[in-house]
């Protein structure tokens, strides 16, 4: 049943509609193998980013069939099984399973906030019925926070709990994670969700990421995991400071995801009106985005510029993040105090 430790960046899939805002399965084949001619490491379907609770569970179901035939086992799949219950949850995986998914992402209980003994209660009825492997997903913006003695409760009571998808983006719970999890579950996975973290999270033992990013520029993700990968420091610090700044304007300045949406579609694909209705105030900052994330692209050759050109410089242009910086600076520092890289 063990299989080779969840590594790499695994895309969270937007899921491209048509013009009755359903499921446009053309163009999600296409942006499957789009996606994977460019390098990421798997796919994850039925995450935040592809926006799970706008769907019903048999499109959710469709979306995930659709996304592994597609890929006919050219990279593994990461589902999200998340339901409204353990029962139906359980169904999902048991559904997922069937399909040759390689692993189910499950987020805490949501709506509802739960105490760490309920999340563990929860976690523990999936770890001992589920038929497929399970990621936690750990989210504490939009649901029940799953802390450190509960991962690693789970990860030594079972054996098909083999890993976590922590989007927390703080470093020194990733770090207590892995010091608590690590000396009893080698194997067990570590993926971050914070596309503005990954070469730091990386440096500290994380194993990859889950990243909205990697689906709009999955040249430069895979590029930031690879160096990073490889120790070169200098030229990944580099490739991390660009991709906060893309980050940034797609998560900030719009409602999520429609930033990643609208950053999809400048690379080539019909990603269709999203089901979440916008104001008139919103359609227009969105659309003001787009032209940005435009300039964006172009200056990495991904896109031609917006008609009227981009301002001088470039919207890209801009100094080292300091929060950044200050992070990489401190955990490059010491992982060169205790010998782990020179």
């Known amino acids: ?21 359903q499921i446009n399965e053309p163009e999600l084949r296409r942006y499957v193998d ?6 990421v490491h798997g796919l994850y379907p039925n995450g935040s980013t592809g926006e799970f609770t706008r769907f019903t569970l048999e499109e959710r179901k469709r979306i995930v069939a659709i996304i592994a035939d597609q890929t ?19 169904k999902a ?30 976690f523990k009825e999936i770890g001992k019925n589920t038929p497929i492997d399970v990621t936690l997903y750990n989210i504490p913006m939009f649901a ?7 991962v690693q409760r789970l990860s030594e009571e079972c054996e098909r709990i083999v890993a976590i998808k922590d989007s927390s983006g703080e470093i020194p719970h990733m770090i207590r994670m892995i010091q608590a999890v690590r000396p009893n579950r080698p194997e067990f996975s570590f993926l971050t969700g914070w596309d503005a973290a990954l ?19 999955p040249e430069i993700t895979r590029k930031l995991y690879d160096l990073t990968l490889a120790g070169q420091i200098d030229e990944a610090r580099k490739v991390q400071y660009d991709l906060v700044t893309l980050f940034d304007a797609m998560l900030y300045q719009a409602e999520f995801p429609d930033g990643f949406r609208a950053a999809v579609g400048l690379r080539g694909f019909q990603m269709g009106r999203g089901r979440q209705p916008l104001s008139d105030e919103q ?5 003001t985005l787009t032209n940005t994330l435009q ?15 981009c301002p001088v410089g470039g919207a890209g242009s801009h100094t080292a993040n300091p929060d950044v910086t200050k992070i990489v600076g401190t955990v490059v520092s010491e992982l060169k105090r205790r010998g782990l890289i020179s």
């Open 34 to 39: 789009w996606l994977i001619e460019r390098g």
């Open 144 to 150: 029940s926070p799953i802390d450190v003695p509960t």
């Open 1 to 21: 049943m063990t299989q080779q430790r969840l590594s790499g960046i695994f895309t969270p899939n937007l899921v491209p509609y048509d013009s009755n805002q």
């Open 93 to 122: 995986c048991e559904y997922y399973a069937s399909l040759g998914v390689r692993a189910v992402a499950i987020v805490a209980p949501f709506y509802y906030k739960l105490s760490p003994s309920s999340v563990y209660a929860y």
């Open 199 to 217: 070469m730091p999270m990386m440096l500290v033992g994380c194993d990859g990421g889950t990243n909205a990013s990697s689906g709009v520029v």
């Open 283 to 287: 359609l227009d900052d969105l659309s």
């Open 72 to 90: 006919r086992g050219r990279v593994p799949i990461l589902a999200g099984a998340a339901e409204a219950n353990v029962r139906e949850t359980l």
């Open 295 to 309: 300039c964006m692209l172009s200056e990495h050759g991904y896109t031609d510029q917006p008609v009227g050109g």
